[in-house]
């Protein structure tokens, strides 16, 4: 019972991981002793946010740049986590984009843009992984949905489709590929303050107080909040876990006031 949620050894992938909930996640599978690849765009951000990594926890941890909605780049990035870390036990799918306008006001590219980033992205990095977890003998994908997995928003329409299909995609992997001992999951994060919320709140007058209203907890989270739920996501605590969308919200999506 000790060891269930013991990550020491093994080796994690989490996209979009040098800022925010992502940086959270890794730092988070660091502390139980996980080695951790960092795959994401801004490559002196992404080195940082490794070498940040490395020196808090004396875990090994590689910064990879990468465009996950190519293909050919992502399975070169699956083969280097494979070639440098031995193994690939664990992918957190939370890379991901948003462009807010009203539906009439979307060119075909922003809608394709969004859909590529947040949900193509996904797929080819799972379906990428899938070779080593295969050959492991198990894995843990955790795909990083969203409140708007659940609710709509007026001018979210490209987002909340790929955050609705990512819970679809979750619970089709997770049929697929349960005789491989693979687990496939998805966190749902409520409202979370790191950059990307924080030019929410200037983007859209009252989301803080709203959010702050209809949260029994009556704050937003912080990245760090998502560690613990991941933590078990990737473990062996979790194993007869899959299929889940698990909100993580402080009781937001509980809450119909």
């Avoid at 036990?89 to 948003?98: E, K, R, S």
């Avoid at 075909?108 to 003998?137: E, H, I, T």
Wanted: aromatic share 6%; with cysteine; glycine share 12%.
């Amino acid at each position: 019972m000790n060891n269930l949620f013991n990550l020491e050894q093994k080796a994690a992938i989490v996209t979009g991981g040098n800022g925010g909930i992502g940086n959270g996640i890794a730092r988070g599978f660091a502390s139980v002793g996980a080695n951790v690849a960092i795959v994401a765009r801004n490559s002196r951000k992404t080195e940082a946010a490794a070498n940040e990594i490395k020196k808090s926890f004396g875990v090994r941890c590689l910064g990879l740049t990468c465009d996950v909605t190519d293909e050919s780049a992502v399975k070169r990035m699956a083969e280097s986590v494979r070639r440098e870390l031995g193994r690939i036990d664990i992918l957190v799918n939370n890379a991901g984009i948003n462009i807010r306008k009203l539906p009439q006001d979307y060119d075909a590219s922003d809608w394709d843009q969004v859909l590529a980033g947040n949900l193509r992205s996904a797929f080819l990095c799972s379906k990428s992984v899938y070779p080593a977890m295969k050959a492991g003998g198990s894995g843990k994908i955790i795909n990083i949905g969203s409140m708007t997995s659940i609710f709509g928003g007026a001018k979210l329409a490209p987002y909340s489709a790929s955050k609705g299909g990512i819970v679809q995609m979750t619970r089709s992997l997770a049929c697929a590929w349960a005789e491989e001992n693979i687990q496939v999951n998805a966190i749902l994060p409520g409202f979370i303050d790191t950059e990307l919320t924080r030019q929410a709140r200037i983007d859209i007058p009252g989301l803080n107080e709203t959010v702050i209203a209809r949260t029994p907890t009556g704050k937003w989270g912080k990245p760090h909040d998502l560690a613990g739920t991941a933590i078990f996501l990737a473990s062996p605590a979790s194993d007869f876990v899959n299929g889940v969308a698990l909100p993580v919200d402080g009781g937001y999506s509980s809450n119909l006031l």
